[in-house]
């Protein structure tokens, strides 16, 4: 990535395992300051990770879902650095279940880990992108966004949301030199998938014109690439890395 007048700075959530660690070590190989965000102390590993590794990095745990703390977050943080340029709104959680059998709790706590927080790290660091006419804003959804999944109505509506509000905000900000787009992956090896038994990975992999899992790497390429100065004319998309299962 090309630098404009200083080192960029980029913001991961869900940033202490999994895709989020695959996420923030990509962007920090690219020579980006990468902060590190994560509801446990597992971010701050991963920040040494890449510190060790040569790149630059900072964390901070977080609950994402808490409005309150990620403004104050954001403030600390746009006090120290002026502005965020790249914002990656990975932070997920699942509570599956039936409908008829999903509590009000199970919903309200995905809806409000998965999709709240995208509006509230967005709301809070929108504007110095603005004032910077530069931005990258990539929210990681999910192909059950587009798809729906038996016993997944919260997450799903979760995903389906974070690709409508990323296309609305795009829409808002694109005149700015702000991208705003989304990664929708797929089935991807991590603490997610595995929880599955191992014969319904198995028979997940039969839908997969692949024959395999992704791993968190192929994730972390495809927003490395939106991130980029490359990605400059690419506004309000859906980027589906899933093996081919959705086409």
């Known amino acids: ?88 709104n990975n932070a997920g959680i699942t509570r599956d279940a039936l409908l008829m059998r999903m509590s009000e709790q199970d919903w309200d706590d995905v809806i409000q880990t998965n999709l709240n927080s995208c509006f509230y790290w967005t709301k809070h660091l929108l504007r110095g992108m603005t004032q910077n006419r530069w931005g990258r804003i990539v929210n990681v959804s999910s192909i059950v966004g587009k798809t729906g999944n038996f016993g997944q109505a919260n997450y799903a509506a979760a995903k ?48 997969i014109p692949m024959k395999r899992m992704g791993m968190p790497e192929d994730v972390a390429e495809a927003v490395s690439f939106l991130c980029s100065e490359q990605a400059r004319y690419i506004t309000g998309t859906v980027l589906t890395v899933d093996g081919g299962i959705s086409m």
């Open 160 to 207: 389906a949301g974070m690709i409508g509000f990323s296309k609305s905000v795009a829409k808002e900000v694109a005149s700015r030199g702000i991208c705003v787009n989304v990664v929708a992956p797929g089935f991807i090896e991590s603490d997610m998938t595995a929880v599955l038994s191992e014969k319904v990975v198995e028979e997940a992999k039969k839908l």
């Open 1 to 88: 990535m090309e630098e404009v007048g200083k080192m960029r700075v980029a913001l991961v959530t869900g940033a202490g395992r999994g895709l989020g660690a695959a996420i923030a070590k990509k962007l920090a190989q690219q020579s980006i300051h990468v902060i590190c965000v994560s509801r446990s102390q597992n971010c701050e590993q991963i920040a040494n990770e890449i510190i060790t590794s040569g790149g630059q990095a900072e964390a901070i745990p977080i609950d994402v879902s808490n409005a309150e703390a990620v403004k104050l977050a954001c403030e600390k943080f746009l006090e120290k650095h002026g502005a965020i340029d790249i914002l990656v």
